[in-house]
């Protein structure tokens, strides 16, 4: 179990101050850390071979993770802090048989909305407020869509498993696929 007081993180606003003041996207094999940054490096290629999942301290003293990482942590944090959460894993299908970009998120209630807690995805960090699930969901994976420059046959959300090891690539992939996947009616007002 991590302590986050011990990072002074009581709040869902203080976790992602003490991720942007700390923590980095990308992986650490060894002594190599391995980032989407440099030009040259095939990131899905290199993290298929090299990347685990890292958990709790850690995943906060290696200082580098990819969306899975921070999510499994949001979610460790939501509930010691006893808020309302829900994890997904969506994947984007470029066929039947061929999947493609995976993103992990979190979804926290607060006053009656839900908020879209994100942190590793750039383009999109920070809090976003929903008015439901369901609304959050919809926004989200048109996000996902049009962030890409492949056309999806499908974007599928699964709720996220729980994990208390180390796993590879292939193994939370699997895990993932392997839970209920989420539906949702893809028309619902978004919250302002």
């Known amino acids: 179990m991590t302590d986050f007081k011990k990072y002074n993180i009581s709040s869902p606003q ?3 101050k003490y991720f942007e003041e700390n923590m980095n996207y990308g992986f650490v094999y060894g002594k190599k850390v391995y980032t989407d940054s440099d030009p040259n490096f095939n990131f899905q290629k290199e993290m298929d071979r090299y990347y685990k999942l890292r958990l709790g301290e850690d995943f ?8 899975w990482d921070f999510c499994v942590l949001e979610r460790e944090f939501f509930e010691q802090a006893g808020i309302e959460n ?3 894993f969506m994947e984007g299908f470029k066929s039947r048989e061929e999947g493609g970009p995976t993103h992990t998120f979190a979804l926290y209630k607060q006053d009656d909305k839900w908020i879209w ?7 999109y960090r920070g809090f976003r407020e929903y008015n439901s699930v369901e609304a959050a969901l919809t926004d989200i994976v048109e996000k996902f869509k ?3 420059d492949v056309k999806f046959e499908s974007v599928k959300v ?10 590879d690539t292939c193994e939370f992939v699997e895990r993932c696929l392997d839970q209920n996947q989420v539906t949702f009616q893809e028309e619902h007002e978004l919250s302002k």
């Open 86 to 88: 829900r994890c997904f």
């Open 14 to 16: 203080d976790l992602m």
């Open 117 to 123: 807690f994100e942190y590793s995805w750039l383009y």
């Open 158 to 167: 699964f709720n996220l498993p729980r994990f208390d090891k180390r796993v």
């Open 60 to 67: 906060l003293k290696s200082k580098y993770g990819v969306c």
């Open 146 to 148: 049009g962030f890409y």
